[in-house]
């Protein structure tokens, strides 16, 4: 952020350079370029102008102005040299777009009147970039300039770099059609660069730092990578307000290829409608670390990262836009291999990734992410407040985390994703990090195994953490959640109204697990959630199967319900579960059903064997109901308030040792181990006892937007908001009697920016 900051003020010094400079400037030569002047040539007004752009190069001295009017210019003539090209000079701006009648800059229209710079020598160009042998390599070349120089409104036309390749010197022929820079600085405004064709790569071939604005690349291709714009290692590129459109690359990155180690900065950019093998939009290659604000990505099309291809390299994505980009195989927004980019404040909508790409049931990986696609060991990206909606994709609708990738997920939003398998997050083989994030309206069906219609997890140990999963669906199991092998952690997570729906050729007799269904060999942890009004045919909040034993621990189960048993929890074959501390309370037809779990410490809904287990109301602030009609799965269903009123027996009646070491909040994001001295000990361990149940109780605090719970919201709540928006440990600390759900104002179950204008809303009234 610092970086991007200081990029933008180094930019605007240069625009106040640039002016001081044009003002100077303006006390200089202006030589006049027109093709058809017909007075004496001398460039010296528009009834003298020379008719070749050449000669008022050649003519230009530090400081001066060339003013091109409409109409096309070559480098050489019919059968000349396909090495020449325009050279830029020090300190010479070329400006076009004049009808020849102008005595100001202000008055030309350069959207108006083309000035075309065009490699294609004889006019014989071809469709398809036939007929080419003739053209210019190159059409423009800034090389080895000091500052000053400046290319403006111009169109950059039909160069062929298809000469001889020495690499990055400037002799090479193979690279930069339309513009080649070296060592230098230009300023490139209100151009366009298309129909150009490389060997290589850039129609626009940056190794210097050239500053773009309001440019346009459309049309360009390459044989390798970087049609449109290519940034070298250690070029500083600024681009503002350019678009990349329509272009090819039959390698990588047909848009935009940055190698910038020194931070290209990409601003209110848009990339729409490229096409190639690899980041169509725009690739960032190994060590690179550009930085895209403000970014629309859109209709770009490539087997892998359809939007953006991130390899080995640290970009950062800031309030970027990705929609309806395709990734063959995936990664439809963006695709990370070994790569840990920043990704921040972004919306990911209408993509598609690897929908006819076959396998990959029941964990074995295939491919997905229509959001984004993380892969391989070391990729870690940073992914948070982003927007995940509507995206289509075999696995992973928004995030396909794969192959011992650890991708943090932080308040991020999950909605209508439609999948094979995992709507919101696949984790194959990956320790991810997901915490704060909602998962809502998020499907998975239509193959063999749809499971996690709001995430999966396999062969890994994610931890999720304060999550939502509200009204997802799959058609096998695992309405909210799917988790095979290993031990992940869900902690402090709400699984609402999720379903497993049975659907389809493959699952009719299926549907087991609304809330979560827990396959083969797993063995998470689940601690402090709630699970409420889930439905299946089996296990409508949990199931558990084939020596998967979870542990459910300081959990709440109410009012879920299964077509056939388990309304609450199902398991079959399991060899160790644990459910401790927890409610089962309102479920149907059974709280408990098959193999029995161990179960202590702990409130059943009629009774359950086991240690300290209580058959009495739970005391809830208020019980879920079916709502006026009367019926479950209905839209006027009452979920309750799943917290503890003083009155309840479950207030320090659990067990401490069977609560999670490291972990001291509840589902509300309340503090845990609340003694209340009114209330007799009955649990087991040390003062202070934890409550049974999802809720610790808590006195005060639970006014929305009253985050320092002194019973009022008002001025003295913004440091409390601030704090719990910044550093949610920290607030937890500070405000020991407060729930940080207080500062979910906008009520979305993440505290995160969005939550900000609702709280300055609420202050004002």
Same mark, same amino acid.
């Given at each position: 952020?610092?970086?991007?900051?200081?990029?933008?003020?180094?930019?605007?010094?240069?625009?106040?350079?640039?002016?001081?400079?044009?003002?100077?400037?303006?006390?200089?030569?202006?030589?006049?370029?027109?093709?058809?002047?017909?007075?004496? !040539?001398?460039?010296?007004?528009?009834?003298?102008?020379?008719?070749?752009?050449?000669?008022?190069?050649?003519?230009?001295?530090?400081?001066?102005?060339?003013?091109?009017?409409?109409?096309?210019?070559?480098?050489?003539?019919?059968?000349?040299?396909?090495?020449?090209?325009?050279?830029?000079?020090?300190?010479?701006?070329?400006?076009?777009?004049?009808?020849?009648?102008?005595?100001?800059?202000?008055?030309?229209?350069?959207?108006?009147?083309?000035?075309?710079?065009?490699?294609?020598?004889?006019?014989?160009?071809?469709?398809?970039?036939?007929?080419?042998?003739?053209?210019?390599?190159?059409?423009?070349?800034?090389?080895?300039?000091?500052?000053?120089?400046?290319?403006?409104?111009?169109?950059?036309?039909?160069?062929?770099?298809?000469?001889?390749?020495?690499?990055?010197?400037?002799?090479?022929?193979?690279?930069?059609?339309?513009?080649?820079?070296?060592?230098?600085?230009?300023?490139?405004?209100?151009?366009?660069?298309?129909?150009?064709?490389?060997?290589?790569?850039?129609?626009?071939?940056?190794?210097?730092?050239?500053?773009?604005?309001?440019?346009?690349?459309?049309? !360009?291709?390459?044989?390798?990578?970087?049609?449109?714009?290519?940034?070298?290692?250690?070029?500083?590129?600024?681009?503002?307000?350019?678009?990349?459109?329509?272009?090819?690359?039959?390698?990588?990155?047909?848009?935009?290829?940055?190698?910038?180690?020194?931070?290209?900065?990409?601003?209110?950019?848009?990339?729409?409608?490229?096409?190639?093998?690899?980041?169509?939009?725009?690739?960032?290659?190994?060590?690179?670390?550009?930085?895209?604000?403000?970014?629309?990505?859109?209709?770009?099309?490539?087997?892998?990262?359809?939007?953006?291809?991130?390899?080995?390299?640290?970009?950062?994505?800031?309030?970027?836009?990705?929609?309806?980009?395709?990734?063959?195989?995936?990664?439809?927004?963006?695709?990370?291999?070994?790569?840990?980019?920043?990704?921040?404040?972004?919306?990911?909508?209408?993509?598609?990734?690897?929908?006819?790409?076959?396998?990959?049931?029941?964990?074995?990986?295939?491919?997905?992410?229509?959001?984004?696609?993380?892969?391989?060991?070391?990729?870690?990206?940073?992914?948070?407040?982003?927007?995940?909606?509507?995206?289509?994709?075999?696995?992973?609708?928004?995030?396909?985390?794969?192959?011992?990738?650890?991708?943090?997920?932080?308040?991020?939003?999950?909605?209508?994703?439609?999948?094979?398998?995992?709507?919101?997050?696949?984790?194959?083989?990956?320790?991810?990090?997901?915490?704060?994030?909602?998962?809502?309206?998020?499907?998975?069906?239509? #193959?063999?195994?749809?499971?996690?219609?709001?995430?999966?997890?396999?062969?890994?140990?994610?931890?999720?953490?304060?999550?939502?999963?509200?009204?997802?669906?799959?058609?096998?199991?695992?309405?909210?959640?799917?988790?095979?092998?290993?031990?992940?952690?869900?902690?402090?997570?709400?699984?609402?109204?999720?379903?497993?729906?049975?659907?389809?050729?493959?699952?009719?007799?299926?549907?087991?697990?609304?809330?979560?269904?827990?396959?083969?060999?797993?063995?998470?942890?689940?601690?402090?959630?709630?699970?409420?009004?889930?439905?299946?045919?089996?296990?409508?909040?949990?199931?558990?199967?084939?020596?998967?034993?979870?542990?459910?621990?300081?959990?709440?189960?109410?009012?879920?319900?299964?077509?056939?048993?388990?309304?609450?929890?199902?398991?079959?074959?399991?060899?160790?579960?644990?459910?401790?501390?927890?409610?089962?309370? #309102?479920?149907?037809?059974?709280?408990?059903?098959?193999?029995?779990?161990?179960?202590?410490?702990?409130?059943?809904?009629?009774?359950?064997?086991?240690?300290?287990?209580?058959?009495?109301?739970?005391?809830?602030?208020?019980?879920?109901?079916?709502?006026?009609?009367?019926?479950?799965?209905?839209?006027?269903?009452?979920?309750?308030?799943?917290?503890?009123?003083?009155?309840?027996?479950?207030?320090?009646?659990?067990?401490?040792?069977?609560?999670?070491?490291?972990?001291?909040?509840?589902?509300?994001?309340?503090?845990?181990?609340?003694?209340?001295?009114?209330?007799?000990?009955?649990?087991?361990?040390?003062?202070?006892?934890?409550?049974?149940?999802?809720?610790?109780?808590?006195?005060?605090?639970?006014?929305?937007?009253?985050?320092?719970?002194?019973?009022?919201?008002?001025?003295?709540?913004?440091?409390?908001?601030?704090?719990?928006?910044?550093?949610?440990?920290?607030?937890?600390?500070?405000?020991?009697?407060?729930?940080?759900?207080?500062?979910?104002?906008?009520?979305?179950?993440?505290?995160?920016?969005?939550?900000?204008?609702?709280?300055?809303?609420?202050?004002?009234?």
């Amino acid at each position: 952020m610092y970086a991007i900051r200081e990029k933008r003020a180094r930019f605007c010094y240069a625009c106040l350079s640039m002016a001081a400079w044009c003002l100077a400037g303006a006390r200089s030569e202006t030589i006049f370029v027109a093709k058809f002047a017909s007075g004496v !040539n001398d460039g010296t007004s528009w009834a003298d102008a020379f008719n070749d752009l050449q000669d008022a190069l050649t003519a230009a001295n530090d400081g001066d102005q060339i003013w091109i009017a409409a109409g096309v210019y070559t480098p050489a003539p019919p059968g000349g040299s396909r090495d020449a090209a325009f050279e830029l000079k020090t300190g010479v701006a070329v400006f076009g777009g004049f009808a020849g009648f102008e005595a100001t800059l202000s008055e030309r229209d350069w959207e108006v009147n083309s000035a075309l710079l065009c490699g294609d020598l004889n006019f014989d160009d071809g469709p398809d970039f036939s007929n080419r042998e003739d053209n210019s390599y190159q059409v423009v070349r800034a090389v080895n300039l000091g500052p000053g120089a400046r290319l403006d409104g111009v169109w950059v036309i039909a160069g062929h770099a298809d000469g001889p390749g020495f690499g990055a010197v400037p002799e090479s022929r193979d690279q930069g059609s339309g513009m080649n820079v070296y060592d230098c600085a230009p300023l490139i405004e209100n151009c366009t660069f298309t129909l150009n064709w490389s060997v290589n790569h850039g129609a626009l071939n940056d190794h210097g730092g050239a500053t773009l604005v309001n440019c346009e690349f459309r049309n !360009n291709y390459s044989a390798d990578f970087g049609a449109g714009l290519y940034v070298h290692h250690y070029s500083e590129t600024r681009a503002f307000h350019c678009r990349f459109i329509d272009n090819y690359a039959v390698n990588h990155g047909a848009g935009t290829y940055s190698r910038s180690q020194d931070g290209a900065l990409l601003e209110n950019c848009v990339w729409i409608n490229n096409r190639a093998d690899r980041g169509a939009g725009m690739y960032n290659a190994p060590s690179s670390a550009s930085h895209i604000v403000n970014g629309l990505f859109t209709a770009n099309s490539a087997l892998f990262g359809g939007g953006s291809y991130v390899e080995l390299s640290t970009p950062i994505f800031e309030n970027c836009r990705f929609e309806n980009n395709h990734g063959e195989f995936g990664g439809a927004g963006i695709q990370v291999t070994l790569g840990s980019p920043t990704i921040l404040s972004s919306a990911f909508r209408n993509n598609d990734a690897g929908i006819t790409v076959p396998g990959g049931s029941g964990g074995e990986g295939g491919s997905g992410g229509g959001g984004i696609w993380v892969d391989g060991a070391g990729a870690s990206p940073f992914i948070a407040d982003c927007l995940f909606e509507d995206n289509v994709a075999s696995f992973g609708g928004g995030v396909y985390a794969i192959e011992v990738a650890t991708p943090v997920v932080e308040n991020c939003v999950f909605r209508g994703n439609r999948v094979h398998e995992a709507g919101g997050v696949y984790a194959a083989d990956s320790d991810c990090i997901v915490r704060n994030c909602l998962f809502e309206g998020n499907s998975a069906g239509d #193959s063999d195994f749809p499971v996690g219609g709001g995430m999966s997890s396999y062969f890994g140990s994610p931890t999720v953490e304060n999550c939502r999963f509200v009204g997802n669906s799959a058609a096998l199991g695992g309405g909210g959640m799917y988790c095979e092998g290993e031990a992940p952690r869900i902690f402090a997570c709400v699984f609402e109204r999720n379903t497993a729906t049975a659907d389809g050729d493959c699952c009719s007799t299926q549907g087991i697990g609304g809330g979560m269904f827990i396959g083969y060999f797993c063995t998470p942890t689940i601690a402090d959630c709630v699970f409420a009004d889930n439905a299946a045919v089996r296990g409508g909040g949990l199931h558990a199967i084939a020596f998967a034993d979870p542990q459910i621990l300081s959990c709440t189960l109410a009012a879920n319900r299964a077509s056939e048993s388990g309304g609450g929890l199902f398991f079959v074959h399991s060899t160790d579960p644990l459910v401790s501390n927890s409610i089962l309370w #309102s479920n149907s037809p059974e709280q408990i059903f098959g193999e029995p779990p161990i179960v202590r410490f702990s409130a059943v809904d009629g009774g359950y064997a086991g240690e300290n287990v209580l058959n009495v109301d739970p005391g809830f602030v208020r019980m879920p109901g079916a709502g006026s009609d009367g019926e479950w799965g209905t839209v006027d269903d009452d979920l309750g308030d799943l917290r503890l009123r003083l009155e309840s027996p479950l207030i320090d009646a659990g067990r401490n040792a069977d609560h999670p070491a490291g972990w001291s909040f509840d589902a509300f994001g309340a503090l845990r181990f609340r003694d209340v001295n009114s209330v007799s000990d009955t649990g087991e361990g040390a003062r202070p006892l934890i409550d049974i149940g999802a809720a610790e109780f808590q006195p005060t605090g639970f006014e929305v937007g009253d985050c320092n719970c002194d019973g009022r919201v008002n001025n003295f709540d913004i440091d409390a908001f601030v704090l719990a928006l910044s550093d949610p440990a920290g607030y937890q600390a500070a405000y020991p009697d407060c729930a940080l759900t207080t500062a979910d104002v906008n009520g979305d179950g993440a505290v995160n920016n969005f939550d900000i204008d609702p709280f300055v809303m609420l202050l004002g009234g």
